[in-house]
Every structure is written in C-alpha cells, then in structure tokens.
C-alpha cells in the first residue's frame, strides 16, 4: 500500500524547475514514478528504494506546464493524480489577517462574481489543532481548487489578491496557493520546541507554556477543554446576536450581559494557539513540498512581546527554510498596518514589530510589503485585502522574478541622517517619482522643492535625553542614484524584466532656484530636513512611531513611506499592549 501526504491530490500545482519532491509511506520495496504529458508521453520518472516504511523521491526539474498525469506505483497498488501543473507556488502563512477570506472584503460580491482564473489554484491546509483521526479524516476530504467564483470567496483575500497579481504579469504559468495560516496565532505556533528554545527571547514561549500546564492532568485538562468548547459557543452566539441587534452596542456591555469571554480556552495540547502546535498538525504535514516562496502576515499576536518579535521572525524563517529543503527559500514579510481599539491608549508597540518586520523582511527575508495606510480604527481585521495582495506581489516581482525596479515595487525608504546646528537631515531613497501627500480628503498631491510637509505628518525628533516632540518637515532637495535591483535572481524570463533607471542629473535648490521644481521630477534620494523649537540639538529622529494615526506620506507610485528611527539606542519603550503588561527578555 502507498499513503502520500494529503497534499497530493487531482489539480494540485507543483513547482516548476526546482528538484520535484515526493514522498510517503508504503509497504512495497521500489516506488516507480513516471509523469506524463498531455499525449501520454513520458516527461520525467525514477524509481526509489523504500526504507523502513517509507520513500522520499527526488526527481529532477520540470519546466512549467500541464496538464500532466502523475503516476506513483508500488508492488501491489498505484496512485494516479490527474490534471496536476508545474508552476509556481506560494505558502501564505500566518495569522486572522492572512485568513481573512474573500467573502469580508468590502465589495466582496463584485469580485467574487469576476473571480474565474484557470491560473490559480488554492490548496488549503486543514485546520485542526491536534494529531488524531480528526485530521487524517480532514486531510482526506481537502483538495486543490481551481479558482472560480464557486471556491473564491472561501479563499484568504490577500492569498487571492497575491496570485491575480502574479498572473497579470506571467506568461501562462500556474500559480498555486497553500493556505497554511490560522487566526490568533503567535509566529510560535508555527515553530518546532527544538527551534524556540534555540535562544531565550524565543525560549519564553515554552517557558510561558510548560509553566501553564503543569498542574494540568490529561483527564482534567479534556474536562476543561470540553466545558470550554459548550460554554464559549453559547458565548460567541449571545454576543454575535447582541452586536447585530443592539443600537450601540459595545464590548463591555456585551461582557456585562453574558459573562467572561474565555477565548482562547484552557491552555493545553488541544488549543490551537499554544507553541509548536500548528508546527505539528499543519506545517510538518506538508512538508518538504517544493515552494517558490512564502508570504507572511502576522504579528498582531505578538504585540506583548514586541523586543523579541525581529528574532522570532528570524528563527521562523530559519526553520522554514530547513523543513522545505531550500535554504534560499524567499518570504516576503507583511507590515503590521494602523490599528488602535476604541477608547484604547496608543501604547507605541506595534512600530516596534513594524521595524522588526521590515528589518528581517529586507535582510532575513526577501522584502516587506509596507501596507500602513490598509489598517483600520477599531478593527483589527481590516477588509481592504487588495492593497496588502498587491503590495506582496509587488515585492516578488522585484526581488524574486526581477520583472519590477525596485522604485515601483516599494515606497519612500529611511537611508541615512546626519545632523548640523539645530536640524537633522534625513535622506530617504526610493523616491525616482518623489513624494505625495495624502491629504484630509484622500487625494494625494505632489510635493514640492522646498515644501513643508503637514505638521500631522508624524515626524519626531529629540535631543540627548530620548524625548521626542513634534518636527517641521521640509523637502530640501533631489538626488538619483542607480537601483541595484538586488534579490533572488528569477528563474527564467517568464514574468519579463525591466532595465534599471539611467542616472539623472543632480539638482539642489539650495544653490539653483528654479521655481515651482516638483519633487517627482528629482530622482531617487529626498532629504528632509526636520526642526523644533523643543529641541535646539537634536539627537535622533523618527516617522510614524505610534499604533494609529492618517499616514501622510507617500511614494508617486502610492506606497507609503515606511516607518523608521534613526537610532534604537534613543531609549524608545512601548507603554503596554492590548493584550497586557510588555514582556521584556
């Protein structure tokens, strides 16, 4: 007998020109696999030796294209996958954000109804918490989906949004979507003990869990975990009833109604949100499948633990990288966007994720997809999907399949600062179109040689002692310098190229008064020059350092400049979390 992992179904997407892998249990001695085209033609095929119950094949690469037939045989019994293709595919991984499904996006009927693309399929993990019957029963019933406006709306938003974009830009090939992400999940629900206790900022989430359920028996633990499953959908059904009904209605009344929200539940093997657990009954069963890459969207979860989220995001991408074989493997990172709950304090812990995102995204990873302005007030699962899809795909193709220059692909970015009298000067690159502003009407305009940016802009600068006020802002002058389109190199020239920008000349008005310049018209490199009367000799400098607010600033190409401060050692601590107390290590 053969047992392939769930994931080796009918319609499935397999990756094109990387070692194709395949593997399983079986009683027999040889495995025979053969591929065949469309005429019956043999396209690849070998044959593996079984070893105490189990095969592991790797074949060599196939070009893109399908259908194929896949045909994996033993002794006694075969296993046939028809309509299978080589293309590329994609793990979206994560947390609720990346989840989200089509269906809640605003307008989600208009583009579910146009949704058909015979160019994307999706393949969602089954979503079960532990190991048992409950999930080998689910992993039978799961398959690979063609997309259509049947599946679509069941599908995560920015997963769909991802692949449309890559399909936009590709020559016919196949894109596939492995759906492998779960609401409430720290980034430790995706990772092996092994890999957290590999360092202590990462350790604290065994630390944290082992000392919760010590005490906890089996017997007691299913009894608490049964009491829980009966008392939270009763819960879920009064307040989702309540919300939908009342005039006003709001969360501490719902509590007083019906009682203490026991959400997550007892923790213990069977909640989905303890450490390691998702690693086990979601990521190590399917794993070593061939990926182009990942993107990742989470952190929200995290957002106690704001100083150790760059090295748990770092360790993530580490194991990732071992368990599919590929140490190259790209991830592209996603940004936390703005986001504050009503009547909530603005605690400055999420720009500390943001800057751990970006950081790992751009150096660990393979790009960050800066999504600030797609956050919403009082919602922490914003329905604008699209922007944050694109603005993924926008960074695969740059540095990935290097058909985008890195200028379209990103927003203005913090280069370097140095500082002279009262004012600190900031340069910031990606700027070949220069800066817009969005204003309090959601137009965005240009900015101008010599403007002043709004004072709302979100600029800051302090002196010696770390306490930062409110800065003026104004646009000195442009400069260009050549994109070094750095990245992984494309596979081929299926998704096209684009040559980089030619150097243009150097303008500073400082020395040459043309009126009415444009910055758009300046090149690549802006500096800023930032003042306050609060701070005669200013030290450092930072953008945007808060949870929520109107982000202002933005590339030509609409991507907003990305959150900085020139300095971590300018003493800067978040003020608590939405989740309680900050967890230093």
């Not at 929200?300 to 580490?318: A, C, G, H, M, Q």
């Not at 403007?451 to 002196?463: H, K, M, V």
């Not at 040459?512 to 306050?532: H, W, Y």
Request: proline fraction near 4%.
């Amino acid at each position: 007998m053969i047992k392939l992992p769930a994931i080796f179904k009918d319609h499935a997407v397999f990756q094109r020109d990387k070692e194709f892998r395949v593997w399983g249990d079986t009683d027999s001695n040889d495995i025979n696999i053969n591929i065949y085209d469309e005429d019956g033609a043999v396209i690849n095929k070998c044959t593996v030796t079984s070893k105490d119950g189990c095969f592991i094949a790797k074949m060599s690469p196939v070009e893109a294209g399908g259908p194929f037939r896949l045909e994996i045989n033993g002794t006694d019994d075969a296993i046939v996958l028809d309509d299978v293709y080589f293309g590329d595919v994609w793990l979206a991984g994560g947390q609720s954000n990346m989840e989200f499904k089509l269906r809640d996006i605003k307008d989600a009927s208009e583009e579910i109804a146009e949704s058909d693309n015979d160019r994307i399929r999706f393949y969602n993990v089954p979503q079960i918490a532990w190991l048992g019957a409950e999930l080998e029963q689910a992993e039978v019933a799961s398959e690979w989906q063609p997309c259509n406006s049947a599946i679509a709306g069941d599908q995560s938003a920015v997963a769909y949004y991802f692949a449309k974009a890559l399909t936009e830009e590709s020559e016919g090939i196949m894109i596939g979507i492995i759906n492998c992400s779960w609401g409430g999940t720290s980034a430790s629900a995706w990772m092996s003990r092994d890999k957290l206790l590999e360092y202590k900022e990462t350790a604290q989430y065994i630390n944290a869990y082992d000392e919760a359920v010590k005490d906890l028996t089996g017997e007691a633990y299913e009894e608490a975990y049964a009491e829980y499953v009966i008392y939270q959908a009763e819960f879920d059904k009064n307040v989702g009833n309540y919300y939908m009904t009342a005039e006003n209605p709001t969360w501490d009344e719902a509590i007083s109604l019906f009682g203490e929200n026991k959400y997550p539940g007892p923790m213990g093997p069977k909640n989905w949100t303890r450490p390691c657990g998702l690693y086990e009954t979601m990521i190590k069963r399917i794993v070593p499948y061939g990926l182009m890459g990942c993107i990742f969207y989470q952190g929200e979860e995290d957002d106690n633990r704001p100083y150790s989220y760059k090295r748990l995001l770092t360790s993530l991408i580490e194991q990732w990288r071992e368990d599919f074989l590929d140490k190259n493997l790209p991830f592209i990172v996603t940004q936390l966007p703005i986001f504050v709950n009503e009547g909530e304090d603005d605690y400055k812990n999420w720009p500390f994720i943001r800057e751990a995102q970006y950081e790992v995204g751009e150096t660990v990873g393979n790009g960050c997809a800066v999504v600030l302005e797609a956050g919403e007030y009082h919602n922490i699962h914003p329905t604008n999907k699209e922007t944050v899809g694109y603005r993924l795909a926008f960074q695969a193709l740059h540095k990935v399949y290097g058909c985008l220059s890195r200028w379209e692909a990103c927003g203005p970015e913090y280069d370097s600062s140095f500082t002279s009298g009262d004012s600190l000067y900031v340069d910031l690159k990606c700027c070949e179109s220069g800066l817009m502003i969005n204003g309090d009407d959601d137009f965005l305009t240009d900015v101008h040689m010599m403007d002043y940016l709004p004072s709302d802009s979100g600029f800051e600068i302090a002196g010696c002692d770390g306490v930062y006020y409110s800065a003026k802002a104004q646009v000195l002058r442009g400069e260009t310098v050549s994109d070094d389109n750095t990245g992984t190199e494309a596979l081929d020239n299926s998704f096209g190229s684009e040559s980089d920008d030619e150097v243009n000349d150097f303008y500073d008005p400082l020395y040459d008064d043309e009126p009415d310049q444009t910055a758009s018209s300046l090149g690549s490199i802006l500096t800023l020059k930032l003042t306050s009367e609060s701070v005669p000799e200013p030290k450092y400098a930072r953008y945007f350092w808060k949870n929520y607010g109107k982000v202002r600033i933005f590339g030509a190409n609409g991507i907003p400049l990305a959150p900085f401060r020139t300095d971590k050692n300018d003493g800067a601590k978040a003020n608590g979390s939405r989740m309680g107390d900050i967890i230093d290590v």
